[in-house]
């Protein structure tokens, strides 16, 4: 017998329906199980009322209880819901109606109404709560206010009366009881599942905090790595550039040593960086013109103006920006300042930014570009070549003109 309820009651469940829809599933099938149990005992009643008892209404309101059923085992929920909600309202405002006020058929609403917050999260947001609670209420406002006259019963003593109301009674406070311990346990229940998953949630924010913690050491020692193997290599450079005398060799070495330079510079921003994922553009713009000025003994020399907003770049887009800004600044170090020795040195940048738009502007006042420079030839420098093929990189534009001296605009997106 247990077997076969438990079958009854678990009509419609499955597995990948949320817990909260598995309970409500389970309560309607439950309620309709009590409904047909106490239907069929409502049979009974034929041996006090005898030829007044109803019974073609209490038929068709067992058939519509195993009807819900059916459509629960059917997986159709919202249909057995509604059926259930419409179906035990009519059937206690059909007793209403049938039988005068004392017998207290009325009394049935107590345990409907404890099945209103048994089904439902009490919210204005659950569209089934807002239709059960509309529902009862109409329901007992016509039990209680209207009265259909052709089918109430008139001849009921006084005794049979009282004897109604002592049943009506009992039947209803069994299953405001039932209803009522059922709720209780419930929210028993569900405060222990609370509790167990807040549990659960601090174990798991825990050990994911642990090992977010040891992924940032990681991160941060891989960056503090590459920074001193950088700084290695620019060592080793500066010994080869100590050990040879060849001016072309020298310049050469002396570029290598500002490329790497540049690129140690984006590690070390990003160690000293809590994120370990992101520095300031700005920031890192302004100190790797300072260390490219002064490795060239200008930085007193040359007038310095710079304008930047804050921008946050990702690492995807350091290192390629980084060496972009290297090989023009180096550039005009070498053409503007260096070699021409303008009397006095003016270097201009520029970093702005516009709906996650990016635009780069560096302006020297050297002699600017030759006349013969083509940015699109084929035998271009390798300074310039790495900047077209860096911009390409970062999917940016590079334009190249002269306008009072080398001028460089560099253009793209963050995103």
Request: hydrophobic share 45%; glycine share 4%.
């Amino acid at each position: 017998m247990k077997k076969l309820f438990d079958s009854v009651i678990n009509f419609g469940i499955s597995e990948v329906l949320l817990p909260h829809d598995r309970r409500k599933i389970k309560t309607v099938n439950f309620l309709n199980v009590i409904c047909a149990c106490f239907l069929i005992i409502g049979y009974s009643n034929y041996f006090i009322l005898g030829s007044n008892f109803a019974a073609g209404p209490v038929s068709l309101f067992l058939v519509l209880t195993l009807l819900s059923l059916v459509l629960s085992k059917l997986h159709m929920p919202g249909a057995s819901f509604v059926l259930f909600s419409l179906n035990v309202n009519a059937s206690i405002f059909y007793l209403n109606q049938q039988y005068p006020l004392e017998v207290g058929a009325y009394l049935f609403y107590f345990p409907l109404i404890v099945s209103v917050v048994l089904l439902n999260n009490p919210t204005f947001k659950d569209k089934y709560f807002l239709f059960h609670s509309l529902i009862c209420a109409v329901g007992f406002s016509l039990s209680m206010f209207v009265k259909v006259r052709f089918i109430e019963v008139k001849t009921l003593s006084a005794e049979e009366i009282k004897v109604m109301w002592y049943y009506d009674m009992f039947i209803s406070a069994i299953i405001t009881a039932t209803l009522s311990f059922l709720l209780n346990r419930l929210i028993l229940q569900q405060s222990n599942e609370i509790l167990t998953q807040n549990k659960d949630l601090t174990v798991a924010k825990e050990e994911v905090n642990v090992s977010l913690k040891e992924k940032e050491i990681l991160l941060a020692e891989l960056h503090h790595r590459v920074k001193n193997n950088l700084a290695i290599i620019s060592g080793l450079l500066n010994l080869q550039d100590d050990a040879t005398s060849n001016e072309e060799a020298k310049e050469i070495i002396g570029d290598s040593k500002a490329r790497i330079m540049s690129m140690a510079l984006v590690h070390r921003m990003l160690y000293e960086n809590t994120e370990l994922k992101n520095l300031d553009l700005g920031q890192y713009a302004s100190e790797l013109i300072l260390e490219l000025f002064n490795s060239y003994n200008l930085a007193r020399k040359v007038q310095i103006t710079q304008e930047y907003d804050t921008i946050i770049l990702p690492i995807a887009k350091s290192i390629p920006l980084g060496l972009i800004l290297n090989e023009i600044v180096t550039n005009s170090i070498k053409y503007a300042y260096r070699s021409a020795s303008p009397e006095k040195g003016n270097f201009y940048v520029s970093i702005r930014e516009n709906n996650n738009h990016v635009t780069v502007t560096i302006q020297d006042n050297g002699p600017g570009f030759p006349e013969s420079f083509n940015p699109e030839a084929e035998n271009l420098s390798l300074g310039v070549f790495l900047i077209k093929t860096l911009t390409e990189q970062i999917d940016g534009k590079v334009a190249f003109m002269t306008r009072g001296g080398a001028r460089i605009e560099l253009n793209f997106d963050l995103n």
